[in-house]
């Protein structure tokens, strides 16, 4: 399990709202929905610990209301490229020893 840190979740309350507002503005949400969102983001969240938890929650958003399924896009890809490019870190650092050792 990965810790949140509190750069990402600051990153993610930033692009939920950006959403919410442009949900709003081209009149894929109500007013109601932003009461309804606003509940659930803080409701979910604030009890959010790891970056598998708020994956979770960001798809959870996405299926309920359309303008956030980007948001969980959008991190599920950043998510992807980290692992990506910590593997191949890896990769190289075996290379790198296996070459020494030689």
Do not use: C, H
């Not at 593997?87 to 650092?93: A, F, K, T, W």
Request: charged residues 30%; aromatic residues 8%.
């Amino acid at each position: 399990m990965n810790i949140l840190l509190p750069d990402l979740q600051k990153k993610v309350y930033k692009k939920l709202q950006e959403a919410l507002i442009s949900g709003l503005d081209r009149g894929e949400l109500t007013t109601d929905d932003m009461q309804k969102v606003s509940y659930f983001i803080v409701r979910n969240m604030d009890v959010v610990e790891s970056t598998d938890e708020l994956m979770l929650v960001l798809r959870d958003i996405g299926e309920k209301w359309s303008p956030f399924k980007q948001v969980y896009i959008q991190f599920k890809q950043e998510e992807a490229s980290t692992y990506d490019n910590q593997r191949l870190i890896n990769v190289q650092e075996k290379l790198r020893q296996l070459t020494q050792s030689q």
